[in-house]
């Protein structure tokens, strides 16, 4: 069972004031590039996994999607997604549904039902990435796509993460413990967030084994232009935040 | 033009010491797991690209490959490797040529001829991904395999690789510009060895990008086993050193 930590209230505040919050897709700054791996979706099915507000949701729906369902294991997230639903285009093609994704069934996925399968930063707080992925490709159909982005295992993987100096004066990311795999808890908005640090290995090797076909594979970092408009962002480019990947069935 | 830093002779004597250059695979840590992404060679053909001293060669035609070609670009290592070969298992089998894996043609490489296509810590070398990459699929038999190793790129994107001590006072690796691909120039044997820092994404992507099918993808650090053996590579499993990637045409 994955950690409820946003429905935790002090999470949920802190969560709220982020620009993906309030601004939506277009507050996230990988959003450009995972929209760039996305299939056209008029007529499509889509599934989101881990749907939170359902920005996506009421993109997908707005892009022509003949059914978009959004699955959050959050009740607020979900209150306040089916709130913002109301009346929003395509709005009866969305629907929401509570589940736990690291126990998902063919009840909540069905088989062979979606186009595409996406899932924003969702994954990394999943216990069984295996299990999650078999069901996710069996709810494809075949030629089916599946676009997810997980915190990077560089971002994920410190002991202790955060920018430090080093004994010659430079900022660098501290990466240690890489390869060991598992939970990392920090604070973030609240204490003991659970987040699960895998490799990239872990990540592609798992979609191989599901039975996937990889066709990208992403590192964001900011643009030139987003640097531009946002300075402090260029430490990002120094270690990307950000894993990106799509494949098909 | 790939760097011919191996015909340096202060290079050359330094990289003779490795325990790969003096055990050939058996010193090579990585080599279980590389080996264990190898299809069955018994009556293939085999192409190893930057042969180096010729072990992997003589490994392949002692497994029964059909054809073993070994191409690289220093001449004292082919003449190592042409010595060696005299009167090992199968040295009929195993040709070596000299080649600029930077600007191979398909007179070095002909067009659908080889059933594995391998190629050990080289390619960090190379200045053109996507051509070698082409090059070669082109010249692997349909289902034919890729077996590739590189520097991990976490280990070579840092400004000033090396372990460094943090101002917590933690032996962290110190990683920054990971995404800010291009040479990187260290002292290793003779000043200014030139690689080129790819991040992962640019690997899969060329791969994708060619035409090949990712089949794994491998980020070597030691097992608990090698640890054991040799307790100072315990720190490679804070940084993978390795990146290790399979592919079908």
Redo the contacts between chains.
Sequence with gaps: MAQNIYDDPAFFAGYSTLPRSIRGLDGAPEWPSLRAMLPSLAGRRVVDLGCGFGWFCRWAAAQGAAEVLGLDLSERMLERATADTAGATGHDRISYRRADLDTLTTTELPSERFDLAYSSLTVHYLSDLDRFLRTVRASLVPGGTLVVSVEHP?FSA???PGF?????G???????????EGPRTTDWFAPGVVKRHR???TY??GL?RAGF???????W?PSPEQIAEVPEWSVE????PFLLLSATR
Tied chains: 1, 2.
């Design positions: 560089i410190p002991s202790r430090t100096t080093d004994d010659r430079r900022v660098v990311w501290p990466v240690d413990d890489y390869l060991d490799t990239i290995g592609v090797t191989v076909t990889l066709t990208a594979l992403h590192e970092g480019r120094d270690r990307p």
